[in-house]
């Protein structure tokens, strides 16, 4: 440490104080790091774990879900309720699904084990809602979660980074999993933005009643 | 005189004060009763349990896999550190070990994750004390590493990157570059930050000679970490019980004289450097391999005491035939501990071949820290208390479980 000026003086000309002030100034003049949050958005990173949906299957329009009940077995806060069908061929049919959001912990176990990659974590960090029934995620509002991401989807195609983590061994994943490609999204415009405000319970969109 | 206070039947005027538990700097839900005699504290009481959340509880019905997620509201602003104490934890019990890369990466965010604590210690702390500057600063810097944590596994705070055998996924080589440039940016802000207060004499008397514990009492209280530290005692897990790649780094545990504020301060502040040098030192060294051992659990591993085995299992070990059972744990039970960024955070799991814990219990530091408030705080001023709890950084998601 460089002592060349005397402690005495040191103190009497306040210099510690006068150089942190120094640096608070020269911090003034460079540009701000902190984002006027509502007017400005940051981007999530892709593969950020934010609201749920369900991938829309583009060759059938419809979820991809086998109803193997795997996100259900190994969700921690268990907030997956699942019912199926089975028929004659024994195929299972998903007659019910839902997520209950403000039980969730977000931790991405359900996409991680989906076989199917139906089940994400989407990149909207934006779903307020009114009511608890809000937060209650059936299929349709699964596959409209999806919609609504896909819609501002700045990349042409989307794909989960949990469906084939970089440097997994691909050997465990299931075979779906391993041979999964990219979702193209097509940008629907009218299909909102991730932000707005989801319509109050009663209003518009149906909203879905968590049955007891 | 007319009888004041509580107590009130002679001349001392004692009056009790409920701090907290909704007390900004109390760093979350922690409540003390300050008896006072004027502004001097005779005794303090903490009291704990506003953020129980039963997850010891709570882990004995998930599976080993479902705790995992579950640690990670420990010490939410470290969760990496209680996400690789429980997976080593599992790991010890179920003899598994994660190939060297998964090490490596490990104590990366491991290190990560305290320069992340420690600097949000900071930026706290400093703002308890009344230096406002400090706490957008430390914020700017945390909030690289944040990005940093979001890209590798999709969650800034709530991580849950390391996996039972491994971690997650790997580190694209963006990312560690980004990491690269952070750690040769990262000492000139430390920098920036003691000559904002290292030297600062409003700093130096509201913190040297505040909230004194001695060495020898620090160590009867339980203390660990950098408020052992502190104290002057060299206790530190990464090098006296290493774990993943903590053996094959260097660096020195930086300890303290007198056990006061400041010198938990500067503590830290050296940690924060060793933290620096030691992911600099796992980027170089970085080994090429698996991420993840080939013997870890699956995510959805059963939670009762046996696999439902499938054929093609049965066809690649001969010795299980389709339909056996097979135990999905060892019996037993282990104790290991990690150095989290506030002390040593020790894991017990009770395993009785179930795919759940029989019993978990969580050594947290911050409620061995929280005890020892009472023996800090006595005969400090009110304002010093603000001072002790921010040098002990207490999280209360940790304390109370
Ligand atoms: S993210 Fe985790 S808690 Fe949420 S639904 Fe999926 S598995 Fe359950
Ligand atoms: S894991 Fe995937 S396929 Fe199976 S029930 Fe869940 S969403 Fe459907």
């Known amino acids: ?212 | 005189m007319e009888p004041v206070g509580i107590t009130g039947t002679d001349t001392r005027r004692e009056l009790t004060l409920n701090m907290g538990p909704q007390h900004p700097a109390t760093h979350g839900v922690l409540r003390l009763t300050l008896d006072l005699d004027g502004e001097m504290v005779v005794k303090c009481t903490p009291h704990v349990g506003y953020l129980h959340r039963g997850i010891e509880k709570l882990a004995e019905s998930r599976t080993y896999q479902g705790v995992m997620p579950l640690t990670d509201r420990l010490d939410y602003v470290a969760s990496v550190g209680n996400n690789i104490g429980y997976c080593l934890a599992v790991e010890r019990l179920f003899g598994i070990e994660a190939p060297e890369r998964a090490q490596y990466l490990r104590t990366i965010v491991f290190e990560m994750s305290r320069i992340c604590s420690h600097l949000l210690w900071l930026a706290t702390h400093a703002l308890d004390i009344g230096a406002m500057t400090v706490f957008l600063y430390c914020f700017r810097e945390r909030e690289w590493l944040l990005d940093i944590f979001e890209t590798i596994c999709g969650a800034r705070l709530t991580v849950s990157y390391p996996r039972i055998g491994g971690v997650l996924q790997d580190m694209e080589p963006e990312v560690l570059e980004s990491l690269d440039a952070f750690t040769r940016m990262f000492p000139g802000k430390i920098l920036e930050y003691e000559t904002l207060i290292d030297k600062n004499r409003i700093w130096l008397q509201r913190t040297q000679g505040v909230g004194v514990i001695p060495a020898k009492e620090a160590i009867r209280w339980g203390l660990t970490g950098p408020t052992l530290r502190g104290s002057g005692v060299s206790y530190d897990l990464r090098r006296d019980a290493p774990y993943d790649a903590y053996d094959r780094v260097e660096f020195d545990v930086p300890i303290g004289k007198n056990g006061d504020v400041y010198d938990r301060y500067r503590c830290r502040m050296e940690e924060l450097r060793q933290s620096n040098r030691i992911i600099q030192q796992c980027l170089a060294a970085l080994p090429a391999g698996d991420i993840l051992a080939h013997d870890a659990p699956d995510l959805d591993m059963p939670l009762a005491g046996k696999k439902e085995l499938v054929p093609e299992m049965s066809l690649g070990n001969a010795s299980i035939g389709f339909g056996d059972a097979v135990p999905v744990a060892p019996k037993g039970e282990i104790y290991s501990a990690v150095e989290v960024p506030k002390g040593e955070l020790g894991f017990y799991l009770m395993s009785d071949g179930t795919g759940n814990p029989c019993r978990m219990r969580v050594r947290a530091p911050s409620y061995v820290h929280a005890g020892a408030l009472a023996k800090m705080c006595e005969g400090a001023f009110i304002a010093d208390v603000i001072a002790v709890i921010g040098s002990i950084d207490i999280v209360m998601g940790e304390c109370d479980r």
């Not at chain 1, 795997?70 to 268990?78: L, Q």
């Not at chain 1, 061929?89 to 990659?117: M, N, Q, W």
């Not at chain 1, 195609?157 to 097509?186: I, S």
Request: aromatic share 10%; glycine share 6%.
């Open chain 1, 1 to 212: 440490m460089r002592r060349r000026v005397p402690d005495f003086v040191r103190k009497i000309l306040f210099v510690e104080i006068l150089k942190g002030l120094a640096l608070t100034f020269r911090t003034m003049l460079k540009p701000p790091v902190t984002r006027q949050y509502p007017r400005e958005r940051r981007d999530p990173k892709p593969g950020f774990r934010g609201q749920h949906a369900f991938v829309r299957n583009p060759e059938t329009n419809r979820e991809k879900c086998v109803a193997c009940q795997k996100c259900a077995t190994v969700c921690p806060s268990r907030c997956i309720s699942i019912r199926y069908e089975t028929d004659e061929h024994g195929v299972r049919h998903l007659t019910k699904y839902e997520i209950d959001a403000l039980r969730c912990i977000f931790c991405g176990y359900c996409e991680s084990v989906c076989p199917v990659c139906a089940i994400v974590l989407t990149e909207t960090y934006e779903y307020a809602s009114y009511s608890r029934e809000g937060f209650v995620y059936d299929r349709e509002r699964l596959l409209h979660n999806w919609d609504r991401f896909a819609a501002q989807l700045k990349r042409p195609a989307y794909f989960n980074m949990f469906w084939r983590p970089a440097g997994a061994d691909v050997k465990r994943l299931a075979v779906v999993r391993r041979l999964q490609q990219p979702v193209p999204v097509r940008q629907t415009p009218d299909a909102g933005i991730a932000g707005t405000r989801e319509p109050r319970a009663g209003q518009g969109q149906a909203p879905t009643q968590g049955d007891r």
